[in-house]
C-alpha cells in the first residue's frame, strides 16, 4: 500500500490541523484543510498560518496539485484562495457543497450574486470519485452527517476524515449544525471504520480530552474500533444517536462559525464589497 508523507500544521486559536500531503517519488503535494487567521474582534484577518504552510512547500521544492477541503468549517476560515494563488493547485470539495449552499445561503440572505452551484470550487467530489498526487493514488468516501458535504479523502495507508472523528478518547463530531443528521454520521463512520486497521486518520482537530497533556492529530482505525469512546465496536447505532443528540443539545456554537460558514461556503472568498468598497458579513440574531 503506498504511504504518503504528511506534515501536520497546528492552529491552536481554532484547534485546527492542516495537513501537506507529499507524494514521496516526486515533489507532488495536497494542502487540506487550510487555516485563514481572523481576529472577530477586530474583523481583521491575517495569512500567518498560510504563509507557515508556503515557507514549507517552497523550502522543500513542493509542486500543489490540489488544495481541498474535508467540508464547508464552521470553526476556522480557509485560506484557500491565498493558497491558490500562491502556490497554483487545483480547489476541491464534496459535490454536497450545492446543499450546505443552498442552506447557509438562506441563512444568510446571500442574495442572487451567490452562485449556489459549487462553481467557487475547480473540482467537485462525488462518492468513489478517484484523484492523483503525482504517483499516490486518492480515492472519495462521501462521509457526511457533521455536514451534508463532508469527505474522506483517502490516499494509500492514510485517511483525511475532517470533523468526523477525532481522537479515540475525545469522540465524534457534532451534528445539530442545519443539513446535519446524528444517524446519518453513525453509518458513515461505520464505512471509515471498515478500512484497513492500519490505515491513518489525520483528523481535523482536537480538543485535548481531559486528562490528556498535548494535542494529538492521527489515529488508526483499529484503535478508533476499540477505543473511541462514542463509537467503538459494540455501540449501535441507537445509542449513538440518542448519546449524540443529548450531547449536541448541551453544546453552543463554535466562536467563528457566523464568518466561517460566510467564507467556506465561497470557497474561501470573502463577500463581495459594497458600495462604499467595503466588505462585510452578516450576524443573523436568533438564528443559531
Known amino acids: 500500500m503506498q504511504r504518503p508523507i504528511v506534515t501536520h500544521f497546528f492552529d491552536e486559536t481554532s484547534n485546527t490541523f492542516s495537513y501537506v500531503v507529499q507524494d514521496p517519488e516526486s515533489d507532488a503535494c495536497a494542502i487540506i484543510d487550510s487555516v485563514l487567521d481572523f481576529d472577530y474582534a477586530a474583523g481583521r484577518t491575517d495569512v500567518r498560518s498560510a504563509n507557515e504552510i508556503i515557507g514549507f512547500i517552497r523550502e522543500n521544492g513542493l509542486v500543489v496539485e490540489w488544495i481541498l477541503e474535508t467540508h464547508v468549517h464552521a470553526d476556522h476560515l480557509s485560506a484557500a484562495p491565498y493558497l491558490h494563488q500562491q502556490l497554483g493547485g487545483k480547489t476541491g470539495i464534496g459535490s454536497h457543497i450545492v446543499d450546505v449552499q443552498e442552506i447557509f445561503g438562506k441563512v444568510f440572505n446571500a442574495g442572487t450574486e451567490f452562485a449556489r452551484d459549487g462553481r467557487q470550487f475547480n473540482v467537485l467530489f462525488n462518492e468513489g470519485d478517484t484523484f492523483t498526487i503525482g504517483s499516490l493514488q486518492g480515492y472519495i468516501l462521501h462521509t457526511p452527517g457533521h455536514t451534508p458535504a ?17 481522537m479515540p478518547d475525545y469522540g465524534t463530531a457534532r ?8 444517524r446519518t454520521l453513525y453509518r458513515s463512520i461505520q464505512r471509515v471504520l471498515a478500512l484497513p486497521g492500519q490505515t491513518r486518520l489525520f483528523l481535523c482537530h482536537d480538543y485535548k480530552a ?6 494529538q492529530h492521527e489515529a488508526t ?7 473511541n469512546v462514542h463509537v467503538h465496536e459494540g455501540i449501535s447505532e441507537e445509542t449513538f444517536v440518542n448519546m449524540r443528540s443529548e450531547r449536541d443539545a448541551t453544546l453552543g456554537m463554535p466562536t467563528l462559525i457566523i464568518p466561517s460558514v460566510q467564507i467556506n461556503m465561497r470557497a474561501g472568498e470573502l463577500p463581495p464589497a459594497e458600495n462604499n468598497g467595503q466588505i462585510y458579513l452578516k450576524v443573523p440574531l436568533n438564528r443559531f
Open 175 to 182: 451534528c445539530d449544525f442545519p443539513g446535519g443528521d446524528a
Open 221 to 227: 482505525v483499529a484503535e478508533q474500533r476499540t477505543a
Open 150 to 166: 463532508c469527505l474522506t479523502y483517502v490516499i494509500g495507508d492514510a485517511a483525511f476524515v475532517g470533523d468526523t472523528l477525532f
Open 210 to 215: 481531559p486528562g490528556r497533556e498535548s494535542y
